[in-house]
């Protein structure tokens, strides 16, 4: 796989992970609409750079994984019954729920790029969530762990998790409006994406069998 295809497809699934309103991108889009596109852009960089670093340690530690096979058939196992209940909740169980408040008081630039640094750094989710997929992703032959293909990767991941804070920013009006339809919408596009990657994780599994 070429590394253009590979750096769009980590831009994909970092920015369709991202998707329902959460702590990042709402704030992000609170700090543009009360203080002006540009700290909102800079709490944006912030967050992003973050995400790329915590995307550099998933996938140096898939790149581990990838040569302890007895490990990853474990770590497969785990992350197909973790995206079964994750669809299932997504899908069956979850409901609207109000993204929490933030304090938006006057700050500088820089206080706002600290601020994105400091509230992505606290999410962990990121981790274990891209070390599955680059381990997925070299599995299907698509991620050569070396210094190309990772940094290709981290860089796609880090302008897909930046691309979604900045589409809030933009649409944060209409996102803002439509907030418990769109929330029930995006409950079951991530439900549906954790469904076909739980399905893709068992088709793995049986034939490793």
């Keep these: 796989m070429s590394l253009t295809l590979l750096f769009f497809i980590a831009m994909a699934v970092s920015f369709t992970s991202a998707i329902p309103p959460g702590l990042l991108n709402m704030t992000a889009a609170k700090i543009s609409l009360k203080e002006g596109y540009n700290r909102g852009i800079m709490f944006s960089i912030g967050a992003a750079f973050i995400f790329a670093i915590q995307t550099l340690i998933a996938t140096v530690f ?17 992350a197909f019954v973790i995206f079964v209940l994750i669809s299932i909740y997504y899908l069956l169980i979850a409901k609207k729920q109000n993204a929490p408040e933030t304090d938006l008081e006057s700050k500088s630039k820089s206080s706002r790029l600290f601020q994105g640094m400091f509230l992505s750094s606290i999410n962990m989710f990121p981790i274990p969530f891209q070390a599955y997929m680059t381990i997925t992703f070299a599995s299907f032959g698509w991620l050569n762990f070396d210094q190309s293909g990772i940094t290709t990767y981290v860089a796609g991941a880090a302008m897909g998790s930046f691309v979604n804070l900045y589409v809030y920013i933009f649409f944060f009006d209409k996102i803002n409006s439509k907030r418990e339809t769109s929330q029930k919408t995006m409950n079951y596009i991530i439900g ?9 994780t068992l088709i793995s599994i049986i034939k490793e069998m």
């Design 192 to 200: 549906t994406i954790t469904g076909v990657i739980a399905i893709i």
């Design 62 to 78: 898939a790149r581990y994984l990838s040569k302890h096979p007895d490990v990853i058939d474990a770590l497969q196992r785990v």
